[in-house]
């Protein structure tokens, strides 16, 4: 094995060597290539055999050949490190830069034994660094003349060609959307005058569909790698343009927008052809650097020159602003007319250097107007003023007068418009300018004229513009100076001709100058009415109140207005209305008040009139309405047709959009709606039915028992439907409880646009209550007709039961009872035991059948038998039970507990047997355990809930409904003594005083049987 494969077996594993992530070779002492990794292979496309020895050198670039040869030869001999930059062909026939590097391997004497080596791809640094040095010599040049916009741009071609391409062109957009050429390169000069026919012959579009159109249209740069014939074909304008193209022998382009703050400026072409060279992404985004910077040139150079031009703007405006501002100076002093418009005149032909100069007043009539006619002429003689008389008629002078604006005319000889006047100086430029007041109406207008054309320029028209605006403020100005003098003319002719008192003070408010209307007024002398002496000519009781209104208007600078009663010349007090207003100013301040006095007598007499008007016709509406509602409550008819009635009454005479009448329901606690009449009535079954603790209006009417005013209605919280208001327009509400004995029987509602006076208020209150007191009479009568009907039935029922009881069952009955008794007294224990079981039995019998006939008894009576409901202790009831049933519960060991109680309405005889009965039940079918029974009760609303609970057998909820009927027992008698009619006589004794009464029970949970009963009035609470 040979020195080199020693090393290379030994010190340097081929693993290592395929892994490095360059292209590794290794060479003898003598400089040949023995080997090369796989990624050499990869990239040359060579094999070994044509990369051995000397075969490495055919992938150099030829331009690199010959030093990267010298410098091997170099370092053989000495022993170097090897380092050389070159270009190497890639497999695809790419050349790409690359750092060859090689280290000598020696041995301990310092002999070469064999070189190993690298190959580095460093093409994109390589590049980076070429584009770096490119554009930092291209912003270079861009920044060092960059106030010279083409010929910096022209310079940037020249250095981008042939760096980056062989054609270079730059093109500036034109405000019409097209571009213009500015700068292109070649890197053969004489091709340059080629390319700019070219250009000239076949200018680019701004709607084409590629290059620059495209690129000044999109802002999007373009890159064509390879420009194909077809490519040609498609942008070429015909046959001779194609030819053309084929010549240039175009291979590659990019076009670059030039882009700054937002704006298409330009754009960058860059082309190649003899190079043969190909754009790729590296050479685009080189591209948009380079076209970056000069467009920021551009944009410099742009704003240099914006700024220059503005520059100048700034001082000529400048120079016309002083101009017009000592001319507005001499303007604003003068407030005579005539002398405004000959001076403003003369300002003008002095700026302009005018030979002929007039201002013309704008008039339709062709006489004079106020005595006085406001022209002025300049250069020309009077009498030409006479030919003028209607200028607005006139070619030359027309448009100005009817608002067409400036007119600027080069020579009026050649557009036709040759002064008529005879007298004019000969003109050919001509210069109008309209003179406008505030209104915008065309107060007159200045009019030069020279005999050389285009005299006037722009400058000129502005001078002139700006003095026009100064005059027509002055002949504003002057125009109201002369209507103030004839307006304080008519003024003081008003004061001294008017009925009314007028004066004026000073600022400080004191009289100060005589007023011959306050003295017809007051029949006060100036000398009595001077400084305060006014105040004596207002009543005593109304003068402190209008001397501190009077002294507060002064102090705060506002209108004054106070009416009192004032001293007239008979010594009478005539109601009299005192106005005054400051007059300021222009700064603000006060320069003198002026007031009024005006006698409100006649005005009083007939306010006083259509007040009283008023108020009886409210009060006969009123009486209707009151009218109209007891009669509805007194007519035959159903509760909801009466109520109807009523509604519709309200409605019709207090002018209401919606009235409402609904019924207190105590056993739901709901208002139902009865009665809904109006122009802007909801369906009836919108809130038709409200829960008593709901969030609305109506309900809260009911809760506090007060009456509810709401104005306005739209914001306030508690209205259902916001919506429904507001498309109505409804403003106020206005709801009443219908109370009887502080029982609510109601709620009354009304709706309207506007608010309800003091006596509408007053009148529903008389009607609400009349309302509530027919509607308690309603339920009265039908309540007595109820009962009537029950009592007969009852009456009927109990005088059979009577008759069944005393003489069909009690008389029999007790003959057996008594001969069964007997025989078991006088044979009991004498007999056999069969015996003694049938006289227990029929002794049994005859103990039940009485029982029941007692029981039947019983329940016949509550109905008949039992008193009206009044205030009743239910605790105190409970006592009389307890002590009825106290064998019961000490035989039973029960444990009772009792709650609080509170007051209800009941007959108290009734309430005892109520409670025995629930109590009783509760004793009887306790189970094994020692009965235990919990009564209590709690106030719900209008009404109490009492509870009689046990922890006995229970009850089936299928059977909960059953046990309340007559007759019906769950037990056979041998199991729980009984006759079945007590549960029953309970239902009937509850619901003889309005209640209700239920029970809820499981199987061996024990039962609670609860009723209802109305609370006594006044008694909210239960007692402690």
Not at 511 to 538: C, H, M
Not at 801 to 813: K, T
């Amino acid at each position: 094995m040979s020195l080199s494969e020693d090393l290379f077996q030994g010190e340097l594993s081929s693993q290592v060597l395929e892994n490095l992530p360059q292209l590794v070779w290794m060479s003898r002492a003598d400089g040949h290539h023995i080997y090369f990794n796989q990624r050499w292979y990869r990239f040359t496309g060579l094999t070994r055999e044509q990369s051995v020895g000397e075969g490495w050198r055919r992938v150099i670039h030829p331009d690199d050949l010959g030093a990267a040869s010298d410098r091997w030869a170099h370092v053989l001999r000495t022993g170097e490190l090897y380092e050389v930059e070159m270009r190497c062909r890639r497999h695809d026939g790419t050349w790409r830069w690359m750092l060859v590097r090689g280290n000598p391997l020696k041995d301990a004497d310092g002999r070469i034994l064999q070189w190993f080596g690298t190959v580095t791809d460093i093409e994109e640094p390589k590049r980076a660094s070429e584009s770096m040095r490119f554009l930092a010599e291209a912003g270079a040049l861009l920044s060092s003349s960059a106030l010279d916009l083409e010929g910096t741009l022209i310079s940037l071609a020249k250095l981008v060609v042939p760096q980056l391409a062989d054609w270079c062109s730059v093109e500036l957009k034109e405000e019409g959307g097209g571009s213009r050429q500015v700068a292109v390169a070649h890197v053969d000069p004489s091709r340059v005058r080629l390319a700019e026919e070219v250009r000239e012959r076949y200018p680019p579009k701004p709607d084409d569909p590629y290059g620059v159109g495209e690129v000044l249209r999109t802002g999007t740069p373009v890159l064509m790698e390879t420009i194909s014939e077809e490519v040609l074909s498609a942008g070429s304008w015909g046959a001779e343009h194609l030819r053309i193209l084929r010549e240039l022998g175009l291979r590659s382009s990019m076009v670059l927008p030039l882009k700054a703050r937002g704006r298409i400026l330009g754009t960058l072409t860059l082309v190649t052809a003899e190079s043969g060279r190909r754009f790729g992404p590296q050479d685009l985004a080189l591209g948009e650097q380079l076209a970056s910077r000069a467009a920021l040139s551009v944009d410099t150079a742009r704003l240099h020159r914006e700024t220059q031009v503005a520059l100048r703007r700034s001082q000529e405006e400048r120079r016309t602003a002083q101009t017009l501002l000592r001319i507005g100076a001499s303007l604003a002093s003068e407030l005579d007319p005539g002398v405004l418009v000959r001076r403003i005149l003369d300002e003008t032909v002095a700026l302009t250097g005018a030979e002929f100069g007039a201002f013309l007043e704008n008039r339709e009539e062709a006489g004079p107007r106020d005595g006085e006619r406001l022209d002025a002429l300049s250069g020309a003689s009077s009498e030409v003023l006479a030919s003028l008389a209607r200028p607005r008629d006139m070619a030359l002078f027309g448009p100005t007068f009817r608002g067409e604006g400036t007119r600027l005319y080069d020579d009026v000889t050649r557009d036709a418009l040759v002064p008529e006047p005879a007298g004019l100086p000969p003109v050919r430029g001509f210069l109008a300018v309209p003179v406008k007041g505030r209104s915008g109406e065309v107060l007159g207008g200045l009019f030069f004229g020279h005999s050389e054309p285009a005299h006037f320029r722009e400058p000129h028209v502005r001078l002139v513009e700006g003095v026009a605006a100064q005059a027509a403020v002055a002949l504003d100005n002057a125009r109201l100076y002369r209507d103030a003098l004839q307006a304080e003319e008519r003024f003081r002719s008003l004061v001294t001709a008017t009925s009314q008192a007028v004066w004026v003070t000073p600022p400080d408010g004191l009289v100060a100058e005589d007023s011959p209307s306050w003295r017809d007024y007051t029949g006060q002398t100036f000398e009595e009415w001077k400084g305060e002496g006014w105040l004596n000519a207002i009543h005593p009781e109304d003068r402190a109140a209008a001397a501190r209104a009077w002294r507060a208007a002064v102090t705060d600078v506002r209108p004054y207005e106070v009416e009192c009663r004032m001293l007239r010349p008979d010594g009478s007090y005539s109601p009299t209305l005192s106005r005054a207003v400051p007059v300021l100013t222009s700064d603000g301040a006060v320069r003198e008040w002026v007031g009024t006095n005006t006698d409100m007598t006649a005005q009083r007499r007939v306010e006083e009139g259509l007040r009283r008007l008023d108020r009886e016709q409210r009060a006969r509406r009123l009486e209707a309405l009151r009218a109209e509602v007891s009669g509805a409550m007194a007519r035959e008819g159903s509760v909801s047709d009466i109520l109807q009635s009523c509604a519709e009454a309200l409605v019709r005479n207090l002018d209401a959009q919606v009235a409402r009448l609904w019924l207190y329901s105590r056993g739901t606690a709901m208002l139902e709606l009865v009665g809904n009449a109006g122009p802007s009535a909801p369906p009836r079954e919108k809130w038709a039915r409200l829960s008593m603790h709901g969030p609305s209006l109506v309900a809260e009417v009911a809760r506090t028992r007060e009456q509810v005013w709401v104005e306005p209605l739209g914001e306030d919280p508690r209205v259902l439907d916001r919506t429904w208001v507001r498309a109505l327009g409804v403003r106020s509400f206005a709801g009443i409880p219908l109370q009887v004995r502080g029982q609510l029987v109601g709620v009354m509602g009304l709706y309207s646009r506007n608010a309800l006076g003091e006596d509408a208020v007053a009148a529903l209150a008389t009607v609400a209550d009349a309302l509530a007191q027919g509607l308690e009479r309603r339920r009265a009568e039908e309540s007595l007709r109820q009962r009537a009907r029950e009592l007969a039935r009852s009456n009927e029922e109990l005088q059979q039961f009577a008759y069944v009881a005393s003489h069909d069952l009690q008389e029999p009955l007790r003959m057996v009872a008594g001969y069964t008794q007997l025989l078991a007294r006088r044979y009991q224990g004498k007999l056999d035991a069969d015996a003694d079981t049938f006289i227990h039995y029929a002794v049994d019998g005859v103990a039940r059948m009485q029982r029941l006939i007692q029981d039947l008894l019983a329940y016949s009576r509550v109905g008949t038998q039992g008193r009206e409901p009044r205030a009743v202790d239910a605790g105190a009831a409970l006592e009389r039970a307890k002590a009825n049933l106290q064998v019961a519960l000490r035989e039973s060991g029960a444990d009772f507990q009792v709650g609080p109680l509170p007051v209800v309405l009941a007959d108290e005889t009734q309430l005892v047997q109520l409670f025995q009965n629930l109590i009783g039940n509760a004793l009887k079918f306790h189970g094994a355990a020692p009965p235990r029974v919990e009564v209590g009760a709690e106030v719900q609303g209008a009404e109490a809930r009492f509870t009689v609970r046990d922890w006995g057998i229970g009850i089936a909820p299928e059977d909960s409904e059953r046990i309340f009927v007559i007759f019906q027992r769950l037990h056979g008698p041998e199991a729980f003594a009984g006759t079945g009619l007590g549960l029953a006589i309970c239902k009937k004794i509850v619901e003889r005083l309005g209640g209700r009464i239920g029970v809820e029970s499981r199987p061996g949970e024990g039962s609670t049987f609860w009723f209802t009963l109305p609370i006594a009035p006044g008694e909210g609470e239960a007692p402690a």
